[in-house]
Structures are given as structure tokens and as C-alpha cells.
């Protein structure tokens, strides 16, 4: 695996929440939330964006309904019944007005990477992931506007 970059992971709610307006929250400040569970994912990858093990190795409370694509994780974020983390850099979010991301303090964050095996030795694979390293620097913060045209 090649590491592209690392970005920080934020907490997703909808504008209604209680955390909304907040600066910044801890994993403290979301112990007894309810969590978007997410059908068919690994192990590793939901104990990592459930921010497991935690103290006193209780498990993240899990919202009522369990999302199979992208968009069910928002419905039900936006519904008010769970809550989610996830990288600040995804901005699909961004399309609904009613949800909003918070800052988390004090979690690891989360990293971008390239995964390869071994033992390929395609030249196109490494000119990927030389290519993924030189422009794949980051998370895309702001979009340019494109230059007004004249009539």
C-alpha cells in the first residue's frame, strides 16, 4: 500500500442536532449516539469509522436502520435517528442543506492510499501510483469558478 495523504475525519449530523453548531466535538461528546450502520463492510473498517474499541469496550450504539448505499446513510442522518463519521474531505454530502459536519478533536486521522500486489510488475501499475503520488496530494477544498463569458 502506498499512502497518498491523510485528512481528518468530522462528524456528520443533521443541522437540527445538538452538535451542529459546534466548533469541534470529542469521541466523549458522541458515546451514546447512534451510528449509520452500514450492510456488507468488514470488521477493520467498521470498528475504524465507529471509532472502536472504545472506553469501558462497550460497542457504538447502532441507529435503527442500516444503510446499503451512500444516499441511505444520509436519509437517515438527515432523519435525526443516527449520526456518522466520515472523511472531510467527501463533500457529497454538501448536497443537502440539512446536514452539516463538525469537527472531531483527539481521533487519528483517516488515510488515502493506493493499494497494489506485490508482486505486479505491469508498468502501467507503477505508472499509476506514481502518478496517484504526484497528484493525489490532498482533499480538494474549493472548486474554481470558471471565468464569466461574454455575449
Known amino acids: 500500500m502506498t499512502v497518498l495523504y491523510s485528512e481528518a475525519r468530522v462528524l456528520l449530523v443533521p443541522a437540527s442536532h445538538r452538535l451542529a453548531g459546534k466548533e469541534a466535538v470529542t469521541a466523549g461528546d458522541i458515546a451514546a449516539e447512534p451510528l449509520v450502520g452500514c450492510t456488507g463492510m468488514g470488521v477493520e473498517w467498521t470498528t475504524f469509522w465507529r471509532l472502536e474499541p472504545r472506553s469501558g469496550s462497550e460497542p457504538a450504539p447502532v441507529g435503527p436502520t442500516l444503510a ?64 496517484a503520488k504526484d497528484l493525489l496530494v490532498g482533499p480538494i477544498t474549493s472548486v474554481a469558478t470558471p471565468p464569466a463569458h461574454s455575449v
Open 68 to 131: 446499503e448505499t451512500y444516499e441511505d446513510k444520509l436519509e437517515a442522518i438527515a432523519d435525526g435517528t443516527a449520526i456518522a463519521i466520515v472523511p472531510a474531505g467527501d463533500r457529497r454530502h454538501t448536497l443537502r442543506p440539512d446536514l452539516v459536519t463538525v469537527a472531531l478533536d483527539g481521533i487519528e486521522p483517516c488515510q488515502i492510499v493506493v493499494a497494489t500486489r506485490t508482486a505486479d510488475t505491469n508498468p502501467l501499475v507503477t505508472a499509476f501510483v506514481r502518478s
